[in-house]
C-alpha cells in the first residue's frame, strides 16, 4: 500500500481523509503545524477528546485531555524520527506521529475512534502526509460519522498543511475500483501549485479553497461504492487526473 493511502482493518468501511505534500518541513514547523491542527481539532470537535499519543514507546498511549504545548509536540516529533532506528533512514523518513482518541469519557468504544497519522520532515523529494481515519457508520456515532463533519476535516487539514492534493473517500473505494493508487475521492484536494489541468466534466462541482486552491466534488452526496453512477464519475475523474497527482509529479513542487 502507498504510504499517502487511507486503509483500516475494522475501520475498512468507513471514510478517510488524506492529504500529502513534498515541500520540506523542519522537525519545528511539523510540531507548529500539529499544534495548529490540534487546536483546531479541538475548537470544531471538542468531544473527540482525550486522544492517546501512540507515536512510539516514549510516548505510547498517553492520554492528551488538553493540547500539548509547543515543547511537548516537539518532543513528539522527535520521538517520532527517533524511532526510526537507523539514523539515515530517520533522517530521510522524518517523523511519524499517531494519535487516537478514546471519545466516551473515559470509556473505550470503536465505534467513535478517530485516528490520526502524521508524517512530516521527510528529506526533499520523499513525500510528507496527514491521514485522519474515521469509524464506519454505527447507531450512536451520527455526530462523528457525517458529511459536516467530513469537510470540516478536510478543510482544517488544507489549512493547517497546505498540501499539493488530496482527497476524502471510502476506504472501500479502492478495491470498487480495483485500483490500489487511487487519489481521487468523493471530495479531492488540487494546490494551485498543480498547473494545466484538463477540463472537467460539466457535473464535477468546483469549490474554490481560498488562495489555496480547489476542491472537486465528484458526487452530490457521499459517494457511495455500491453505486454505478457514483463510481463511474470517479472513474472519469481518475482518468482525467491520475497523472497530475501521482509521485513523480509531486517531487517538482
Not at 527517533?82 to 523518513?93: G, K, M, N, T, W
Not at 467513535?112 to 474515521?134: E, K, M, Y
Request: negative net charge; charged residues 25%; proline residues 5%.
Amino acid at each position: 500500500m502507498a504510504k499517502n493511502e487511507c486503509d483500516g482493518l475494522w475501520h475498512n468501511k468507513g471514510y478517510c481523509v488524506s492529504a500529502t505534500w513534498h515541500l520540506y518541513d523542519s522537525l519545528d514547523e511539523c510540531a507548529r503545524k500539529t499544534d495548529e491542527f490540534l487546536r483546531g481539532i479541538a475548537d470544531l470537535f471538542p468531544n473527540w477528546f482525550p486522544f492517546f499519543n501512540s507515536t512510539s514507546f516514549k510516548t505510547a498511549m498517553k492520554p492528551l485531555y488538553e493540547i500539548p504545548t509547543l515543547d511537548e509536540l516537539k518532543r513528539t516529533v522527535v520521538a517520532g524520527r527517533d524511532q526510526h532506528l537507523i539514523d539515515s533512514v530517520a533522517e530521510a523518513q522524518g517523523s511519524s506521529i499517531i494519535f487516537s482518541n478514546d471519545n466516551a469519557k473515559g470509556k473505550s468504544t470503536f465505534i467513535r475512534l478517530i485516528t490520526i497519522n502524521i508524517n512530516c520532515g521527510a528529506a526533499p523529494g520523499r513525500s510528507n502526509d496527514v491521514r485522519i481515519q474515521f469509524p464506519p457508520a454505527f447507531e450512536g456515532n451520527e455526530d462523528i460519522v457525517n458529511e459536516e463533519m467530513y469537510t470540516k476535516v478536510f478543510d482544517l487539514v488544507v489549512r493547517c498543511w497546505n498540501p499539493r492534493r488530496g482527497f476524502l473517500a471510502p476506504n472501500l473505494l479502492r478495491d470498487a475500483l480495483n485500483d490500489t493508487l487511487t487519489h481521487i475521492g468523493w471530495l479531492t484536494y488540487i494546490s494551485n501549485r498543480i498547473h494545466d489541468i484538463p477540463s472537467l466534466p460539466e457535473w464535477a462541482k468546483i469549490i474554490p479553497m481560498e488562495d489555496r486552491g480547489y476542491y472537486i466534488q465528484s458526487t452530490e452526496k457521499l459517494l457511495d461504492v455500491n453505486s454505478l453512477d457514483d463510481l463511474k464519475r470517479v472513474k472519469a475523474l481518475h482518468e482525467l487526473l491520475s497523472i497530475f497527482l501521482e509521485p513523480q509529479y509531486l517531487l517538482h513542487e
